[in-house]
């Protein structure tokens, strides 16, 4: 569910606005209290709030003699007293996002932010930041659209990972696939979570070597032994800080331009 409101109050205010020094406002404005604590104080002019409070440490409301809303965050203090009262509601509210279907359990709109979320009900998938929404269905009956996720391969999965894991795909592919780049050691690299996708030694703890999977497909070998990747910002080894790709491709242009 839905559990997020944004509160919403208007009418004939004063408005407070304390730190190092004091400004008051009174006019007819309309206050949004905002999930994280945000709050914005809008009159008639310009998309400017009169007055706001960003991520407030605390929102309080007090009925007593008229509206009162409170907010401190620091040293700073938002205080908005009603002299009449044109409204107060609280409105469930959601994260806003690029349209990408229709939800399989309710028929409300999926919508794209961080991650994937249903308007109508509130359901939630984790989407990689690099991940584009395909058109295409999963092949289950889930319903859901698939995702395409580059981690040295281009795969294409369901949105939902408890219905097809992009980590099984990925483990599927690459696990032990390549060599631990250590002198010293003759173990390969599997394929781990470890908040984001790592190919990590199996040799851990051991051996501590391990990288980051790119959001990239391979496209070849690195001189140090490890697999390039193709990314959004050029070619790169597997290991960020490995120089050797780069040298490489360098040697090649030059070898090109003779
Ligand atoms: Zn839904
Ligand atoms: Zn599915
Ligand atoms: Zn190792
Ligand atoms: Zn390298």
Redesign the pocket.
């Given at each position: 569910m839905i559990d997020d409101a944004i509160r919403v109050l208007a009418g004939d205010c004063t408005v407070i606005a304390e730190d190092d020094d004091r400004q008051e406002y009174r006019g007819r404005v309309t206050t949004i209290v905002k999930p994280d604590n945000t709050i914005l104080v809008h009159d008639t002019d310009g998309y400017q709030p009169v007055a706001w409070l960003t991520r407030a440490d605390s929102v309080s409301s007090d009925r007593t003699g008229g509206f009162t809303l409170v907010a401190k965050k620091g040293t700073q203090t938002l205080r908005i007293a009603t002299h009449d009262q044109d409204g107060f509601a609280h409105y469930p509210s959601s994260a806003a996002g690029t349209p990408i279907g229709a939800c399989p359990d309710c028929g409300g709109a999926l919508v794209r932010s961080s991650g994937v979320h249903c308007v109508g009900c509130g359901d939630r998938y984790g989407v990689p930041a690099d991940a584009t929404i395909r058109d295409e269905q999963c092949d289950c009956d889930c319903g859901l659209p698939k995702m395409r996720v580059e981690r040295g391969l281009a795969f294409n999965v369901c949105l939902d990972r408890g219905c097809e894991s992009l980590d099984a795909a990925v483990t599927e592919a690459f696990d032990r696939e390549w060599a631990c780049?250590e002198p010293d050691c003759d173990g390969n690299l599997r394929i781990l979570r470890r908040g984001g996708l790592i190919a990590g030694c199996e040799h851990y703890p051991d051996c501590d070597t391990g990288f980051a999977v790119p959001a990239g497909v391979v496209d070849g070998d690195?001189?140090?032994?490890?697999p390039?990747f193709e990314t959004a910002s050029g070619t790169r080894?597997?290991?960020a800080t490995?120089?050797?790709?780069l040298e490489e491709a360098l040697e090649a242009e030059s070898a090109a331009d003779d």
């Open positions: 780049p690195c001189g140090c032994g490890l390039t080894c597997l290991d490995c120089d050797r790709g």
